[in-house]
């Protein structure tokens, strides 16, 4: 019996006894939540359950041989690579903050889904066999190789520019990944949200620190069991629920006719037009507002000031002087912030005075003009999803792992079937969760609100994730009244489903889960890139290999400790974070990665410039265009959003590698047969 077969056997043996043993464990919390344990406690014992096992996979898998710390020893079988890749590609965006983009923007929230799986397609075609069978250690190591002459590459521009990309990605995007991981502590522990971030990371930095590659890897196989376990859970009983059918892809027709004709119903309805009735006009004040500044807001300050004064002659109650002392305090510090907050609350009001948009609709908007603004961004991001999914570097680095290049092929179909399990459950589940909340939250009288409202409502006083207000006081919840934010749907799914609460705890461990596996991946992605590709290649050839592995620990830990600073500011949702860092790895890394395996003229002037041009013209269309980033809608193309700049920076960045390769001499013999035995046939 050969031993990759042998490690397989081990390995399946392993899982299945973990497996079993996850179940036991489930049902022993819900027989102890019968026996009356306290969600508190609930909480605390799913948090420290899932964190305990990912430690000690993490002690155990400890290393500092370089191929097992850098790519698991290359011997991870097909299966099981798949298995992990997949935990590591469904990231917090996907498990928590896709379903709520569909629940809130309907058929457009559609876009993410469709780039994503086309980019994995792409990845599976066009470049993860090629880097498997160049057989290195990190992307930058065969960008070097491939446009810096022969396999060292030392010193090479091009290693230096796809580190910083590298960098500038991955940080991005574990950034929201420990911002997922901060929002599911605080919420089922009860800790403040800064302290749910650095418990989290601990966690991340036991495995990623201690083993590197490969005890990654262990552990994504088992947070993909947890992963594929939460979201179905409540994904198949809203389908027995709503439908009769267990099975939420084949229940989705049936559940989003009925959504259908329930939107109708509630678009009709004249206490939702009166509430819409409401915001419309507060709309408008603000809209009068900032028209009128800066005087408007001097006008202003001086009423909430004459407002607590009155309160105080008068001797009103305590409650109501410290709420007019609130509104003070709150007021704008001056005009240019005044215009800020005002604009802000415009935007909002603006959109909750909108009539109800048809879940399966297109595309909607008032006019033609619009509606094609709004395809033509929908468009822009599935491309700007599917060129960045095949640029990221902790996924290709995944390609290096398995034992051959056959095995990298069949390990990227195991991970598509394990992505799809997730990705087409995902449209069935907002559907199902939407129909529930339209059919059993609205109409429901405010005196009889469901608990979890409150819980979800508390979890971030400054910036609710929950908001029901009673906007028309007749004491009757209305759909314009509900106001839910993205990133919470899928975590608050089993309670709005009536469900356990221990499936609650089990949710919050698959997006635990799926965060922290992600997170890994990207912080590896990282310190590997600095440690092996700038330290040792640039800085330090000599250096010994367990002086590399050191430095790669230390580096982890460094960025793993600015990336959870970055996400305790919470600089925006899940969705925007993971938008930019795809854009930027389609911009900056795709050109000069898809030109090297399949166009030898492409050379080292090409690629550094194709780079530099991707790379910019994206970040530059981002800060003119992005708010947060100090921009604005004036600023944009053709009315492309920020998230899909790379609309633009990846032509700009093929371009430009093409043209300058095309007026620059020819690649050496070396870079042309790296290109000659990547794709030479097995």
């Known amino acids: 019996m050969s031993a990759p077969r042998t490690l397989f056997q081990r390995l399946a043996r392993y899982y299945l006894l973990f497996s079993a043993g996850f179940a036991a464990f489930l049902l022993a919390l819900t027989m102890l939540e019968q026996e009356g344990m306290s969600r508190v406690w609930i909480g605390y014992l799913f948090m420290f359950a899932t964190i305990t096992l990912y430690a000690t996979i993490g002690v155990l898998s400890r290393t500092s041989n370089v191929t097992e710390y850098y ?6 079988p097909a299966l099981f690579n798949g298995m992990a890749t997949a935990a590591d590609w469904i990231s917090a965006a996907s498990f928590i903050s896709l379903a709520g983009g569909l629940y809130l923007n309907g058929f457009d929230g559609l876009a993410f889904i469709m780039g994503w799986t086309g980019g994995y397609c792409l990845v599976s075609l066009l470049i993860a066999p090629y880097l498997r069978k160049f057989g290195q250690y990190t992307i930058p190591d ?12 030392r010193g090479a521009p091009v290693r230096v520019l796809a580190v910083a990309a590298t960098i500038v990605v991955s940080f ?27 418990l989290g990371l601990a966690s991340i930095l036991v495995c990623s620190f201690l083993g590197g590659m490969r005890a990654i890897t262990w552990t994504q196989v088992a947070q993909y069991i947890i992963i594929v376990v939460a979201f179905l859970i409540p994904a198949m009983w809203l389908s027995v629920k709503h439908a009769d059918n267990p099975v939420p892809q084949i229940a989705y027709g049936k559940v989003l006719t009925q959504l259908s004709a329930r939107e109708q119903v509630l678009d009709q309805d004249p206490k939702e037009q009166e509430v819409r009735d409401i915001y419309a006009q507060r709309a408008h004040n603000y809209q009068a507002d900032l028209d009128g500044l800066p005087a408007s807001w001097d006008a202003g300050r001086l009423a909430a000031q004459r407002q607590l004064d009155i309160l105080r002659k008068r001797n009103a109650s305590l409650f109501d002087i410290r709420s007019a002392e609130r509104a003070l305090i709150a007021y704008p510090k001056s005009p240019e912030e005044a215009r800020s907050l005002w604009q802000t609350a415009l935007a909002l009001n603006l959109k909750r005075a909108e009539p109800i948009t048809p879940h399966a609709q297109p595309f909607p908007a008032p006019d033609r003009a619009q509606s094609d603004i709004k395809r033509n961004n929908f468009l822009a991001l599935v491309f700007c999803m599917m060129l960045g999914t095949a640029a990221l570097p902790h996924i290709l680095m995944r390609s290096y792992t398995t034992p051959s290049v056959h095995e990298t092929r069949v390990s990227v179909f195991w991970t598509l079937f394990f992505i799809l399990l997730i990705y087409l459950t995902i449209p069935a589940l907002a559907v199902l969760v939407k129909y529930d909340i339209y059919s059993a939250l609205v109409g429901t009288q405010y005196a009889h609100l469901p608990t979890w409202v409150s819980y979800w409502a508390n979890v971030d006083k400054l910036s609710p994730l929950i908001s029901i207000v009673d906007v028309n006081r007749d004491g009757v919840v209305q759909l314009a009244e509900i106001a839910i934010d993205a990133d919470v749907l899928v975590l608050a799914t089993p309670e709005i489903a009536g469900l356990p609460y221990v499936i609650s705890g089990l949710v919050a461990a698959g997006g635990l889960a799926a965060a922290l596996s992600t997170a890994d991946g990207l912080l590896l992605a990282i310190s590997n890139g600095l440690s092996h590709d700038i330290y040792y290649k640039v800085v330090d050839p000599t250096a010994s290999t367990q002086k590399r592995v050191t430095i790669s620990k230390l580096l982890l830990l460094a960025v793993a400790f600015i990336a959870a600073y970055a996400a305790s500011q919470k600089p925006a949702d899940i969705l925007s974070l993971v938008g930019i860092a795809f854009s930027l790895a389609a911009s900056s890394l795709f050109p000069a990665l898809v030109l090297g395996v399949f166009w030898k003229r492409a050379n080292h002037h090409g690629a550094v410039a194709g780079m530099l041009a991707g790379f910019g013209v994206c970040l530059y269309y981002m800060l003119q265009t992005s708010p947060m980033l100090g921009g604005g809608p004036a600023g944009q193309w053709f009315h492309i959003a920020p998230i899909a700049a790379g609309i633009f920076g990846m032509p700009a960045g093929l371009a430009t590698a093409v043209l300058v390769s095309l007026l620059t001499p020819v690649p050496g013999r070396r870079s042309t047969g790296l290109v000659d035995h990547i794709r030479a046939p097995e």
């Open 71 to 76: 790519v698991a020893g290359r011997r991870v």
């Open 142 to 153: 065969f960008l070097a190789a491939r446009y810096g002459g022969g396999r060292e590459g």
């Open 172 to 198: 991005t995007y574990v950034v929201a990944q420990i911002y997922a991981v901060g929002l599911i502590a605080s919420r089922f522990t009860g800790v403040d949200f800064s302290v749910g971030i650095f």
